[in-house]
């Protein structure tokens, strides 16, 4: 075949069109499963809305603002890789996806220091740890914890996937069509946008509510 | 299978194992699935007629209570996640869809591939929850039961469930791409095959609802791991929750499960009275249909679950609207076979027998759906009876009239008509001798999930165990006359049944990649009234494929 990856497609361009089509399909499979999550936080708001706020309270603004900005500008780069490889620019592209994928460590980095510091305060009911919590109402307090780790590592786990993905395009770069890579850079950037829009919905929902 | 007779066929290309667990081909990926399906068709049955042989009297001889909580759940387990949502999918969608839309391959062969791979660690990783010390949840591993009392390898089956979702989401994404993007030239949406329709709604469905299952079993493998307690009242959580999300994907599910069958016997009763499929587009878009209606009934699960009456009445009525397109379905298919000319091949008889079980069981889900009757009839036999009707009765029975139909084209032999037909007959009465008795139990209050029972409801009981061994003799039956034809069958011509649809239009078994020439289409599905078919019956190609 003319340069497609798989045999069932006539051109490249077409190819792309359907890995393209694919990743939205594969996005709205995703929206469904955190669509879920966040449901279940919702729910546990409504009923539990003042304990939640006082939980929130016990997230580090200053990281979590932090990592937003992280996210955001990691996106960026990745759209700016988008647009290097639509103009064959393969050398800048790659740049451009090391530092996505660099700043998706520094988001995870950072993640990692507030888990430690949450852990650190008594915050996190995982494991049987102790949860040391002196705000009101503390057993709606430690479902907002439970939630607020369930939230976080499932969305931390999707940034793995990101970067480990990147990594890979990175790795197989030298082999790949021109075609290829830009079917691969337009498909996972997809991706990317995804997971940081993700963050964009958790952020306020976790840190912001009611401030 | 391999010899000279085969080669130039998909089924030339090689026969060592690296040439089947390696291979991209569309087909032989189906065939993975097929062998490993069936394998579990035939464990989860073994385990459901341990429990009929227990239930044959009223007191626990057998099996222990806690032995038998266990078989009836991972009966349903096997049954319900291992086979019954990849079943016609994942076997005959595999090796059709492609065929029937003129396209080499499906749209990512490899993630094909790869979806297999990961249904058998999912499976094999739930089955050794089994080999372990089983679970004794039932299927639908209800909080706080799987959370805080059961005493089984909960987390790993529902981690095994889980892993078994992305591959059901791979085939859904993959099925979905490759419908919008490789239909060939001429074929439009309104020319589809229903079949190619089902398998479109039901890949939306797997697309959209899995990972709300994912998401709940997540939270589940949560709180028994790591203690969030995310349905545990004493942590501030809520037990109720996850009924909500667990029925949120698993509704959808059942339609996951039956909608392909629906595709296959629209397939299968048009060509068989020789007539067009009546109501075409009413069919087609009733299968869009029952996907979009079926996430909106998750709630008639939970009548008595302690749910509002307001949301209660509503659900209520929302299930009786998704009544509305499987009647249209029903009624269409009927009148499909007014004024045909109908002949009984197997596949027609298995498909008539879909039509008969699949409306008496979805007659009683009307039962079901209203809120007073479901209150009597609640976890008793009455539901086992509704749901076995449509999955079994139905979508079993829809599974082998397209493995009976489309058998000659998978493997290039023909089967022995005469045990198909006794088959197709023996799995009818058993099914019927089997099930029927438990609507009675159920209506007189039996309930479901106990060893025991009081010796008044012995009569029936005895009646389903023994349908129950006349059934297990229906369906090991074809695993001998196939499997038998698989190496003395006659050969297959390519279009025996004289049927319309392009995977007829190539060779049985059909080459490496599909079509020799690429087909082009000019007709409507399920042209049987066309002038030219009486030609075609001898010629193997159209004119048109060519051009």
Known sequence: MSGTESIAFDTPQRERRADTFAMWVFIGSEAMLFGAIFLVFLVAHVDFGPAFAAASKHLSLPLGTFNTAVLITSSFTMALAHRLALQRRWRATVWALVVTSGLGLCFLVVKGIEYGKEIGEGLAPLLGMPFRYAGPDPVHAEFFFGLYFAMTSLHALHLIGGIVVIAGMIALWRTASPANRLRRVVTVGLYWHFVDIIWVFMFPVLYLINR | ?547
């Open chain 2, 1 to 547: 299978m391999t010899n000279a007779a085969m080669s130039g066929t998909y089924l030339g290309e090689g026969s060592g194992p690296r040439a089947w667990l390696l291979t991209t081909d569309h087909k032989r990926v189906a065939w993975l699935y097929l062998v490993s399906l069936t394998a579990f068709f035939f464990l989860g049955g073994a385990m459901a007629v341990l429990m009929r042989i227990e239930l044959a009297t009223p007191a626990g001889d057998l099996v222990s209570d806690d032995v038998y909580n266990r078989l009836f759940s991972l009966h349903g387990i096997i049954m319900v996640w291992f086979f019954l949502v990849p079943s016609i999918p994942a076997s005959l969608g595999n090796f059709l869809l492609p065929l029937m839309i003129g396209a080499r391959d499906l749209a990512f062969p490899r993630l094909n591939l790869a979806s297999w791979y990961v249904f058998i660690s999912g499976s094999l990783f739930a089955l050794f929850a089994v080999v372990a010390g089983g679970v004794d949840t039932g299927w639908t591993f209800y909080t706080p039961l799987s959370t805080l009392y059961a005493n089984g390898w909960v987390s790993t089956a529902a981690f095994g469930v889980f892993i078994v979702g992305f591959s059901t989401i791979m085939t859904g994404i993959n099925f979905i791409v490759t419908v919008h993007t490789l239909r060939a030239p001429g074929l439009t949406w309104f020319r589809l095959p229903i079949f190619v329709w089902t398998l479109y709604a039901t890949s939306l469905v797997m697309v959209l609802a899995t990972p709300v299952l994912a998401a709940s079993l997540i939270l589940i493998v949560l709180e028994r791991v790591f203690g969030i307690g995310i349905f545990n009242p004493a942590l501030g959580g809520d037990p109720l929750l996850f009924q909500h999300l667990f029925w949120f994907y698993s509704h959808p599910a059942v339609y996951i499960m039956i909608l392909p069958g629906m595709g296959v016997v629209s397939e299968v009763l048009p060509c068989f009275s020789r007539r067009p499929l009546f109501g075409y587009k009413a069919v087609a878009m009733s299968s869009i249909a029952i996907a979009v209606f079926g996430f909106l009934v998750w709630g008639h699960h939970m009548f008595v679950s302690g749910q509002s009456a307001y949301a209660g009445v509503v659900f209520s009525f929302l299930s009786f609207c998704v009544a509305i397109p499987s009647a249209i379905k029903v009624f269409n298919w009927s009148l499909t076979l007014r004024k045909g000319e109908i002949s009984f091949e197997t596949p027609m008889l298995y498909a008539l027998f879909f039509l008969a079980l699949f409306t008496f069981g979805g007659l009683a889900g009307l039962f079901l759906a209203s809120l007073a009757v479901d209150v009597h009839v609640h976890d008793t036999y009455f539901v086992i009876a509704h749901f076995h009707y449509i999955m079994v009765g139905g979508m079993v029975t829809a599974y082998m009239a397209g493995l009976h139909f489309w058998w000659p084209k998978m493997t290039g032999r023909m089967y022995s008509e005469t045990a198909g037909r006794i088959a197709a007959t023996v799995t009818f009465i058993g099914f019927n001798l089997t099930f029927f008795p438990q609507y009675v139990l159920g209506f007189d209050g039996m309930p479901r999930r106990y060893h025991t029972y009081p010796p008044e409801f012995q009569f029936w009981n005895v009646l389903s165990s023994a349908g129950a061994v006349v059934l297990a003799i229906g369906y090991l039956m074809p695993l001998f006359y196939l499997g038998w034809s698989l190496f003395r069958g006659a050969r297959a011509p390519d279009n025996p049944w004289n049927a319309t649809g392009l995977e007829w239009q190539t060779g049985s078994p059909p080459p490496p990649h599909n079509f020799e020439t690429m087909p082009v289409v000019t007709r409507p599905a399920y042209a049987y009234d066309m002038k030219g078919l009486e030609h075609e019956r001898f010629s193997p190609h159209r004119e048109e494929a060519a051009g």
